[in-house]
């Protein structure tokens, strides 16, 4: 592997530091240095073998690492200033409300279709003539397109808190502006799925 200039630094098994002129196999697995033997300059580090729970870690964090670095990329790729961020937040949060809204009128508007139905229905059952068959199918199809909007509306509120969560990330991410000291990684994991676009 390394040439007779080279000498290995390790720790014994009682935690001393050792050099010699190779590593016992034993303690390879704990890491070494290997020096010039000549100056004793260290010319390269060989890492400890990871346990299967520490190569596990690494991996989470390396994943972890990579998925905040693509959002971070995205984010650069997005916006200019953390003004952007707060804009474009802005403008998808009102887009949505928009959307609830309308859903919302829309749905007062069936409710007042339903009431009109049923009293019409309560009204033939009094007069002891039976239900009109295509009065029974209008209160259905009325009470199928009442609890649509209902989800709906239901939908579009997860979306608002949804863009509230993707945009409170994306602007930690702009102002960290970078993934090394952890603070980034860990705000993602903790308030947003991420979207890669």
């Known amino acids: 592997m390394h040439a007779a200039g080279f000498v290995y630094r390790y720790s014994n098994a009682q935690g001393e530091i050792e050099i010699g ?15 010039d033997a000549d100056s004793m300059r260290v010319v390269e ?3 400890p073998q ?21 959002a971070l990329d995205r984010v650069n790729r997005m916006y200019q200033s ?4 707060h804009a474009a937040r802005a403008q998808t949060l009102k887009s949505i409300n928009t959307r609830i809204e309308n859903a919302k009128v829309n749905l007062a508007h069936l409710q007042g279709q339903k009431r009109d139905l049923e009293s019409e229905a309560a009204r033939q059952e009094r007069s002891g003539g ?3 068959p295509g009065l029974r199918n209008s209160i259905d199809r009325a009470n199928q397109q009442i ?7 239901e939908l579009r509120h997860q979306e608002v808190d949804d863009a509230e969560q993707r945009f409170a990330a994306d602007l930690e991410l702009f102002i960290q502006g970078t ?7 860990r705000f993602l994991q903790a308030k947003a799925p991420l979207s890669e676009d």
Request: glycine share 6%; hydrophobic share 35%; with cysteine.
């Open 50 to 70: 990871l346990s299967d729970e520490e190569a596990q870690k690494q991996a989470r964090q390396d994943q972890a690492r990579a998925i905040c670095q693509t």
């Open 82 to 85: 953390d003004q952007d961020v």
């Open 179 to 185: 993934c090394e000291d952890g603070r980034a990684m």
């Open 130 to 132: 039976g239900l009109n």
């Open 21 to 35: 002129n190779s590593v016992p196999a034993g303690r390879a697995a704990a890491g070494y240095e290997v020096l």
């Open 147 to 153: 609890q649509n909007l209902e989800e709906e509306i």
């Open 45 to 47: 580090v060989v890492a």
